[in-house]
């Protein structure tokens, strides 16, 4: 009898998706933690191929860059363990990642390699979240933050309000490397929380 070869990531409830021969790249909802140093259980259904799980497979990405992180095949050999070196940043996104080269010990493949996006959240900061992509000399933030914030600058420049308690802005006059210093107001334009924030 043919079986699907599929994963689910747990978190606290879990989250399952049947990867089918020919499938485009997956990409599972996005989760939000409080822990820094998160450990995240990726759960297939069939017996892993031990060759697979490496951390070339299965990994972490924070922007464009990978998250120090271990990956261990459990001994049911369905599920994998994949543990930061590193405590994740308060306010950033980041992406836990599995490749289609993962397969089964019967020989069966992922066909789409599947993402699933997770915030790392501070309940206590003013800034909840911060995600940065950039390309072609542009360089994208889209920040959340809490109720109370009424305005956020980078560097001095106001960011845009497109959503719900959320801000952005494309710069094109950044560099690599360099850093910038994110600041949110209140209503009365007091400063009650700055970051500095690291660019890929």
Request: with cysteine; proline share 4%.
């Amino acid at each position: 009898m043919w079986k699907r070869f599929f994963l689910s990531t747990v978190l606290m409830c879990l989250v399952t998706l049947v990867i089918a021969p020919a499938a485009s790249a997956k990409s599972l909802p996005s989760k939000s933690v409080h822990d820094a140093m998160k450990t995240w259980h990726i759960k297939f259904s069939l017996q892993v191929d031990p060759s697979t799980v490496t951390e070339a497979n299965i990994y972490i990405m924070d922007g464009s860059k990978k998250h120090a992180a271990s990956v261990e095949l459990l001994r049911d050999g369905r599920t994998i363990k994949v543990t930061p070196r590193t405590s994740y940043v308060p306010g950033k996104v980041y992406q836990l990642e599995v490749s289609d080269k993962m397969r089964s010990i019967k020989g069966e493949v992922l066909s789409a390699k599947t993402t699933m996006p997770f915030e790392v959240t501070d309940p206590s900061a003013a800034i909840e979240t911060l995600h940065y992509t950039s390309g072609k000399g542009l360089h994208h933030f889209k920040i959340t933050v809490k109720p109370e914030v009424h305005s956020v600058k980078i560097n001095g420049i106001s960011l845009r309000m497109t959503g719900w308690n959320e801000f952005t802005h494309t710069f094109t006059n950044l560099k690599a490397g360099s850093s910038v210093t994110i600041k949110a107001y209140n209503e009365k334009n007091r400063t009650i929380e700055t970051k500095t924030y690291k660019l890929d």
